[in-house]
């Protein structure tokens, strides 16, 4: 049944800002005010998903992306996953770089994904798949490297994973966060306003006795 004004015996002036003029209720919303609530909602699912997940979406910076480009193995192969593509920059040039491996994205955060996968549909990466999914969930016993860009609580925690799950011989790439007690086989610094580093590991890992400092905020590099 539909229910309007008149049936529930309400009365609404003629004049009134809710109506068209002729006592009919008009419920209106502008364009402007839409799009800011559509904002403010992928603003808050974003923070929800953050405070579950551990780790913001944090895109790549240039200067970051080119070295950890360069700081991958030559003759890598094979499937590469990323753990926490975010928006999906580092994906898509992990992809491109090599057309004959296979790479593998993770995000969590429905908001950067959707626009991750928006940017593949425009610009399609033949060998790039963006996955909407908790990367702890899937096993990574075929990689032949992973790339993260993770909180140091969160690289704690990846750890113990990484080393019951990686292959011999199989890389890992950090940029910016150490991964705690593993003694990283190359560390390049990234130069810029905020100086950062990234690490390339390689399994089975070494052992470090580095342990990094608790922190709920952004931590640049370290020196192992």
């Known amino acids: 049944m539909h229910w309007t004004h008149r ?4 009365k609404v002036a003629p004049n009134h800002p809710m109506t068209d003029g002729a006592a009919n209720p008009v419920w209106k919303m502008p364009f ?6 559509l904002i403010l909602a992928a603003v808050a699912l974003i923070f929800i998903q953050t405070v579950f997940s551990g780790t913001p979406p944090m895109s790549t910076s240039a200067r970051a992306r080119t070295v ?14 990323e753990l926490g593509s975010g928006w999906g920059g580092l994906a898509r040039s992990l992809a491109r770089r ?13 908001i950067p994904w959707a626009v991750s996968r928006l940017w593949l549909a425009l610009n399609p990466v033949p060998n790039l798949t963006i996955r909407l999914r908790n990367f702890y969930n899937r096993p990574l016993t075929d990689a032949a490297g992973v790339v993260c860009y993770l909180y140091p609580g969160t690289m704690k925690k990846l750890k113990s994973k990484l080393e019951a799950e990686l292959p011999d011989s199989a890389w890992v790439i950090s940029n910016t966060f150490a991964m705690p007690g593993w003694k990283p086989e190359r560390r390049v610094r990234v130069e810029g306003v905020l100086s950062s580093s990234v690490y390339l590991y390689r399994m ?4 470090s006795d580095y342990e990094p400092p608790p922190s709920s905020g952004i931590y640049f590099g370290h020196n192992p």
């Open 68 to 81: 950890l480009l360069d700081v991958i193995p030559p003759g890598s192969g094979g499937v590469i996953y």
């Open 204 to 207: 089975p890992a070494q052992v």
């Open 98 to 110: 090599d057309l004959s491996s296979s790479v593998v994205a993770f995000e969590v955060s429905l």
């Open 32 to 37: 402007s005010d839409f799009i800011l609530v």
């Open 7 to 10: 049936r529930l015996g309400l």
